[in-house]
C-alpha cells in the first residue's frame, strides 16, 4: 500500500475509511453477521457483491478479519473478527454517538449508539469481552444480568415496537379524521 504520510489518522482511513469498509464491519460488530450472504443481503444500504468481496479481501490482508469454512456448509465460509477488529469497537461507538447527537437519526437506528454512549467505558468494555468470545473464542467474564448485545438488540426491539405502536395510532387517528 502506498501511504500518504505517516500520520496515524491517515494510515487509519487508509485502511477503515471507506463507508463500505466501515458499514461491513458495523453488520459484523452489531448485526452479528458472519456470512457473505447476510452481509450482502441484510443491510439497508445495499452495498453490491463485487464491492463486498473487495472490502472482505481488503480487511481480512489487513488481518481485521478472518475466514473459516463454515462446517455447516461446504461451499459457505464463516467471518470472524481479529482483536485488531474488536479494537474498532470504541470507533464505531463514538462514531454512532456523534451521529445520534448531531445527525437526524431514526429511534431505532439510533438506540444501539445511545445505549452504548450511556453505557460508557465499562460497557464497552464488556461488549468488546462478548466479542472476543464469539469470535475468538475466548471465555468471557463473568457479569451480571443480561449481556450488552441482549440489551442493544432489546433496546432496538423496544424502538421497533414504539414506532409499530405510533404508525398504527397515526393510522387511525387518520382514518378518524
Known amino acids: 500500500m502506498n501511504e500518504r504520510s505517516d500520520c496515524p489518522i491517515n494510515l487509519t482511513l487508509e485502511?477503515?475509511?471507506d463507508k463500505w469498509t466501515l458499514l461491513i464491519i458495523r453488520d459484523?460488530?452489531?448485526g452479528n453477521r458472519r456470512h457473505f450472504r447476510e452481509l450482502l443481503t441484510k443491510s439497508n444500504e445495499g452495498i453490491s457483491s463485487n464491492i463486498l468481496a473487495d472490502r472482505l479481501k481488503t480487511l481480512m490482508s489487513e488481518g481485521?478479519?478472518?475466514r473459516e469454512d463454515d462446517p455447516t456448509h461446504k461451499q459457505k465460509g464463516i467471518y470472524s473478527l481479529t482483536e485488531k477488529g474488536i479494537a474498532l469497537l470504541p470507533i464505531l461507538a463514538e462514531m454512532g454517538a456523534?451521529?445520534?447527537k448531531y445527525l437526524p437519526v431514526s429511534e431505532e437506528l439510533g438506540v444501539r449508539a445511545q445505549v452504548l454512549r450511556d453505557g460508557g467505558p465499562?460497557?464497552?468494555a464488556d461488549f468488546?469481552?462478548?466479542l472476543r468470545a464469539r469470535h475468538l473464542g475466548i471465555k468471557p467474564r463473568k457479569t451480571r444480568g443480561p449481556s450488552v448485545s441482549?440489551?442493544?438488540q432489546a433496546a432496538y426491539e423496544d424502538a421497533m415496537a414504539r414506532k409499530t405502536k405510533d404508525k398504527t395510532k397515526n393510522s387511525r387517528a387518520t382514518k378518524r379524521a
Do not use: A
Open 150 to 152: 441482549e440489551r442493544l
Open 128 to 130: 468488546m469481552d462478548e
Open 15 to 17: 485502511v477503515i475509511g
Open 122 to 124: 465499562k460497557m464497552r
Open 64 to 66: 481485521i478479519l478472518t
Open 98 to 100: 456523534w451521529g445520534y
Open 28 to 30: 459484523i460488530i452489531f
